[in-house]
């Protein structure tokens, strides 16, 4: 490890569970943030803090004004660019030892395969349940580990679902919607409370990738203004159409095509 580098990271160097290995982990891994708003956000920069060192980010919005009480990444400055130009930018200035790839598109079945490939882990970071089940179906069918949070409100849900150990999904916890239509648009958000999930699914992956444990057939649930947070158990559904029949079996995993770093 360079110089530079053990001067960088020099105080999570010092936690037991990363040290000089588990960073070498974290320069190593690959992890895809889906989604580069007000989660994306914290989850991106922290990541890029930790050393992460391939980052992908995927999202095709732009700025908007009313993004700003939570996506803490831009600023008025970035109104009506694409965000994932601008968030690519900030975190390679933040962190310019570190690999950024930004994927600017609406993720469908066909492209998440292709993306999510070349990614380690996925993580979660949008905003409606349309776009949260194609990515909970395309990571567990290619039995990529994922990091899901949302939030509505003052509140906020986690969990991560690790396919090869056939844990449950994100179907199981929320079999129907209750619109695929329901956007951000539709609720309010804290960014606080964003930035707290943000970071709590960073946080995950970074467990994930020092293999220590995590949040699966789990799911935890903040309530801001309570100031609770309850973890409780997920029951896999034996008819989940996701994760019910696509078991692990060896040969599946490690596909992972690098062309793109
Ligand atoms: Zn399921």
Redesign the pocket.
Known sequence: MHTKDLERYQRQLLIEHISIKGQQKLFDAKVLVCGAGGLGSSALMYLAAAGVGNIGLCDFDVVSLSNLNRQILYVPDDLRKQKIIIAKKKLEKFNPDIKIIAHFEKLTLDNAKRIFKNYDIIIDAVDNFSSRYLI?EVA?KNFIPLVCGAVCECEGILTTIIPKENT??????YPTSPSLNFTSKTFGILGAVAGIIGSMEALEAIKLILGLDCLKNKILIFKGIENTYRIRTII??NN?????NNVFTKGEWGNVKTEDW
């Open positions: 909970n567990y449950s999904c994100f179907r199981c916890i896999k559904k989940c159409e996701v994760c019910a």
